[in-house]
């Protein structure tokens, strides 16, 4: 009987610590896909119950970061940071995103490419507008990359997510894209996802999501979360990159992502006060 009792108040506890960290007004959740040993995608996902609106905040992998210690070729770019030893993986990724935005990160989300399959196929595909021809083989890939899109609207489905998403240069070298355009076709791809994923069928498919991904969020805090966020639609959803001071070749000879550390604490002051435009780009050049 003791025992029964003692199980039923630690659910009770769980249960209104969840309450209280939803009403807490804001959650900001960090979501990675990874490539190998680095993260090659990198998204602020912050929530406001209070307004009921979602602010994501795209973080180019090739953000300048220096890492006291690491040294090595391409150490000072924020993607490598996931594959540091005893500072890396995604805890090292969320403290160091915390550190360039000026935030808490309740929760960290890690997504591999079988995940972005498996979560698009249960949304029945994203719906978008392919903005030009994209072909591109990389056999030595990890997975191996075969991209073959025709220009114009089409569904994307889950086996091939992964290439659009991942899209940076074709065969022939005649497209060639930086961080912010890929950022710009891969913001693009969300809010179609979201539209998909919004209305009374969310915590279906935050439910199927979790399932899916390596993360420290509870499904009793996922469900809570996506209930709560019922109310919300399109327009709730605002798209932002993390603003740059200048890109450019650094001294090791790479192409590296300058922020601008002013805008970017104006950029969150503004997120947090509610000053927000949907689909805004928030990217300096």
Do not use: C, W
Not at 168 to 193: C, H, M, P, T, Y
Not at 222 to 239: A, V
Not at 246 to 264: E, F, K, R
Request: charged share 20%; net charge negative; aromatic share 8%.
């Amino acid at each position: 009987m003791k025992r029964k009792i003692m199980l039923i108040a630690i659910v009770l506890i769980a249960i209104i610590a969840a309450i209280a960290a939803f009403y807490s007004n804001r959650i900001n959740i960090l979501v990675m896909g990874i490539e190998g040993t680095r993260t090659d995608t990198m998204l602020l996902v912050s929530m406001s119950t209070h307004s009921n609106t979602v602010d994501v905040i795209s973080i180019p992998r090739d953000t300048y970061y220096p890492t006291e210690g690491k040294t090595k070729l391409g150490q000072k770019k924020l993607n490598a940071v996931y594959g540091f030893k005893d500072i890396g993986g995604a805890e090292g990724v969320a403290n160091a995103v915390s550190n360039i935005l000026g935030i808490e990160i309740d929760h960290t989300v890690t997504v591999n490419y079988d995940a972005v399959k498996s979560i698009v196929d249960l949304l029945g595909g994203v719906e978008i507008e392919v903005p030009f021809d994209m072909k591109y083989d990389d056999p030595y890939a990890t997975p191996p990359l075969h991209i073959d899109f025709k220009a114009g609207p089409q569904v994307i489905t889950g086996d091939k997510a992964i290439g659009y998403l991942r899209f940076r240069k074709s065969n022939d070298g005649k497209i060639r894209e930086g961080d912010v355009q890929r950022i710009e076709r891969q913001q693009a791809f969300l809010v179609a996802a979201a539209k998909k994923a919004i209305g009374p069928k969310l915590p279906f498919v935050v439910s199927g999501a979790i399932k899916e991904v390596d993360t420290d969020l509870t499904f009793g805090n996922g469900m809570l979360y996506s209930i709560g966020m019922l109310g919300i639609d399109d327009t709730k959803i605002h798209m932002h990159t993390l603003p740059a001071k200048s890109i450019g070749t650094g001294s090791d000879g790479l192409s590296y992502y300058y922020y601008d550390a002013d805008a970017t604490h104006q950029m969150m002051i503004d997120i947090y006060d509610g000053v927000s435009a949907a689909s805004e780009s928030d990217t300096a050049q």
